[in-house]
Antibody
Framework: EGQLVQSGAEVKKPGESLRISCRGS????????IGWARQMPGKGLEWMGI????????RYTPSFQGQVTISAEKSINTAYLQWTSLKASDTAMYYC????????????????WGQGTMVTVSS | EIVLTQSPGTLSLSPGGRATLSCRAS???????LAWYQQKPGQAPRLLIY???SRATGIPDRFSGSGSGTDFTLTISRLEPEDFAVYYC?????????FGQGTKVDIK
């Protein structure tokens, strides 16, 4: 059925850079969209962007365009979320998730989620 | 930009009760883009319903989704202790990506 495993929690200082990862297994990783979502402490979920690892087609939501970089390395079944200069307001849990595919149709739903990576940015 | 508004914010019910959660879109959307998720404290979201009314793999049949256009509903027919959680509706399709703010179902 598949699994997504994310990298571990991070504690960083403002201005530092960071890349977190999401590794897929048990399915054909290049052929499924991977989305990244943010959940700030005590708050709801927000989509940040998605990537199709097969050809690195990437799309960002307007709020996150220019704020983060999404990438993938299909040869190692891994997607990434990257910051060049973290802010305290980036403190959140970040989830990756696989978009549901049936045949050749991608539904507007995500059926497999990573366990989340907690990013804490504090001086 | 399409906004999803969930109501109520909190639903207090007893085990065995029936939960009806609402998700209203600010404009008409395709049902194929509408999904519902459950999230428990300290856990990742879990897909319950996709395409507005199709249950995801392994989801009990006490969960059902319905609706079209701008109004969508998640119903939990008989609440089990493990169902007390936060529920999010979500729109994802073309350039429309957003979550509702969530409905918390807690024990009365």
């Amino acid at each position: 059925e598949g699994q997504l495993v994310q990298s571990g929690a991070e504690v960083k200082k403002p201005g530092e850079s960071l890349r977190i990862s999401c590794r897929g297994s048990g399915y054909s990783f290049p052929n499924y969209w991977i989305g990244w979502a943010r959940q700030m402490p005590g708050k709801g979920l927000e989509w940040m962007g998605i990537i199709y690892p097969g050809d690195s087609d990437i799309r960002y939501t307007p709020s996150f365009q220019g704020q983060v970089t999404i990438s993938a390395e299909k040869s190692i079944n891994t997607a990434y979320l990257q910051w060049t200069s973290l802010k305290a307001s980036d403190t959140a849990m970040y989830y990756c998730a696989r978009r549901k595919l049936s045949g050749t149709y991608f539904f507007g739903a995500f059926d497999i989620w990573g366990q989340g990576t907690m990013v804490t940015v504090s001086s | 930009e399409i906004v999803l508004t969930q109501s109520p914010g909190t639903l207090s019910l007893s085990p065995g009760g029936r939960a009806t959660l609402s998700c209203r879109a600010s404009q008409s959307v395709s049902s194929s883009y509408l999904a519902w998720y459950q999230q428990k404290p300290g856990q990742a979201p879990r897909l319950l319903i996709y395409g507005a009314s199709s249950r995801a793999t392994g989801i009990p049949d006490r969960f059902s989704g319905s609706g079209s256009g701008t109004d969508f509903t998640l119903t939990i027919s008989r609440l089990e202790p493990e169902d007390f959680a936060v529920y999010y509706c979500q729109l994802f399709g073309s350039s429309l990506w957003t979550f509702g703010q969530g409905t918390k179902v807690d024990i009365k």
